[in-house]
């Protein structure tokens, strides 16, 4: 094993943000894509230290068993797709971390404990803004306390947008949750619920008034195993807020199981254009509330930024603490390992109600 990092979809938003903030740290890197001509173009605004792979996943894969890179973070949705490939495709002794939050790609790495543990590898699953954002205010309201009975988590998220086009992974994470139906646990049990349900209006710390509706995450997940709780929802500001989208809402998403409908919306949903726009709020906030049967509640906030300079900033943070060994064999959300200051660590700043 080397001490190379790899990064897959280097050119894509996320990985240029996580191969920045890593080749600042002087970690050696290789940048992984399909075009080559982005590829150069990031090089070069590196310094031209990075080495370049080009191709699709599957071609870089037989690479890998080869170098056994110390770490492969994977920022190429659809996560539901790419996660569990990837993760699978690492040599004994090879991390992985991605920034997934589609709730079926954190369970599929959640479930490869036991061989991650036989192989001496650490799989991170989430290490992005929606999971830490939410688990590690969980984790905060929650230490050296009884298991609470009910948690909600909120991930409201402010997010500046660059020049182009939607693009097929992001737009195909869309509809691969959408599909997948609303999910919420009730009575210690995943179970089915509504898309867009559980609507709500919080305020924020800084008197902002935010909308978000509840739907499949790995927020959800990562709320469940930080908190134990017998009921736990997870909403996000993405959900459609306007009354008349989410009342006919769930009549529509059965047709998205339909897979040529899938295709269609993600190939229709790519060439969507995007123009550059500033954050339209100046903070992302992570949102949590518990409830114990004795009539407790306990709320808390995390601050960040933009959202996704806080993603980069988690994934990038979890690489160099793998790096450094500080890190048990098994698979993982971030908090569920590195704990709640990771949060602090990547620039999120909480603010908890003691009551």
């Known amino acids: 094993m080397n001490d190379e990092v790899w990064v897959l979809g280097a050119t894509g938003r996320t990985g240029r943000a996580v191969g920045t903030l890593l080749h600042k740290k002087g970690i050696p890197l290789v940048l992984v894509g399909r075009d080559r001509a982005r590829l150069n173009n990031f090089v070069t605004e590196l310094g031209g230290a990075p080495r370049i792979l080009e191709g699709s996943l599957d071609s870089a894969f037989a690479r890998l068993a080869a170098d056994t890179p110390a770490v492969v973070v994977n920022t190429v949705g659809p996560f539901t797709a790419t996660s569990l490939k990837v993760a699978q495709a690492c040599p004994p002794g090879t991390h992985y971390v991605d920034v997934a939050n589609e709730l079926v790609a954190v369970e599929n790495i959640l479930k490869l404990d036991r061989q991650a543990a036989k192989t001496n590898q650490v799989l991170v699953t989430g290490a992005g803004f929606g999971v830490m954002a939410t688990e590690s205010v969980v984790l ?9 009975a009910r948690v909600r988590v909120d991930a409201l998220a402010s997010v500046a947008s660059e020049p182009g086009v939607l693009g097929a992974a992001l737009v195909a994470s869309i509809v691969e949750v959408l599909a997948f139906g609303g999910r919420e646990v009730r009575q210690g049990r995943l179970v ?6 559980h609507y709500a209006r919080l305020t924020t710390p800084n008197g902002e008034n935010l909308a978000a509706g509840s739907g499949p995450s790995g927020e959800l997940i990562a709320a469940w195993h930080a ?3 017998e009921s736990v929802i997870s909403a996000s500001s993405f959900v459609p807020s306007n009354a008349f989208l989410r009342f006919i809402l769930p009549a529509f998403l059965p047709i998205l199981r339909l897979s040529f409908i899938r295709r269609l919306a ?3 949903g790519a060439r969507v254009p995007l123009h550059a726009q500033e954050r339209p709020r100046p903070y992302s906030w992570g949102h949590a509330r518990a409830e114990w049967s004795d009539g407790r509640v ?4 995390l601050q960040a930024g933009d959202g996704m300079d ?3 900033a988690v994934a990038a943070e979890v690489t160099l603490r793998l790096l450094k060994g500080e890190s048990r064999a098994g698979s993982y959300t971030p908090g569920a390992l590195f704990g709640p200051d990771l949060a602090e660590a990547a620039g999120g700043k909480f603010i908890i109600n003691q009551s």
């Open 140 to 148: 905060r309201l929650c230490k050296d306390q009884p298991r609470p």
């Open 310 to 312: 806080f993603t980069a």
């Open 298 to 301: 306990r709320e808390g906030w």
């Open 227 to 229: 908190s134990k709780a």
């Open 192 to 197: 089915r619920s509504r898309v867009a349900g």
């Open 266 to 268: 993600v190939n229709r």
